[in-house]
């Protein structure tokens, strides 16, 4: 993975970190989400997609594959739509703008 963020995940009154990673690859142009995401996160994709869109930017044209780790922790809800979509647009012709590691 090239490009990551942190995010967090509530459990009860615990806060737990998860890595938004993100890898752009050539191939036939896809939006794939990993790492034991509920149905919930799993639409991310489209809102994701939607608001990019929606935003006048463009989407990645390219197979873009998103993973939240670490995959033993159950990500459920929309309270990852943004850090997914910081790191999906920070993908220009194959490079990612960002480098290492941001929390938001």
């Known amino acids: 993975m090239v490009a990551s963020v942190v995010s967090c995940l509530l459990r009860g009154l615990e806060g737990r970190l998860v890595e938004i990673q993100a890898d752009a690859s050539v191939g036939k142009n896809g939006f794939f989400l990993v790492g034991l995401a509920d149905a919930s996160v799993k639409?991310?994709?489209?809102?994701?997609r939607s608001?990019?869109?929606n935003s006048g930017l463009e989407f990645p044209k390219q197979r873009l594959t998103v993973n939240l780790a670490p995959?033993?922790?159950?990500?459920?809800?929309?309270?990852?739509d943004l850090a997914i979509a910081f790191i999906t647009r920070s993908w220009r012709r194959g490079k990612p703008l960002v480098r290492g590691t941001r929390r938001l």
Do not use: D, M, N, Q
């Not at 639409?43 to 994701?48: G, H, M, Q, S, T």
């Not at 995959?71 to 990852?80: I, N, Q, Y």
């Open 71 to 80: 995959a033993v922790l159950h990500k459920e809800g929309s309270g990852f």
């Open 43 to 48: 639409e991310a994709r489209e809102r994701v």
């Open 51 to 53: 608001a990019i869109r």
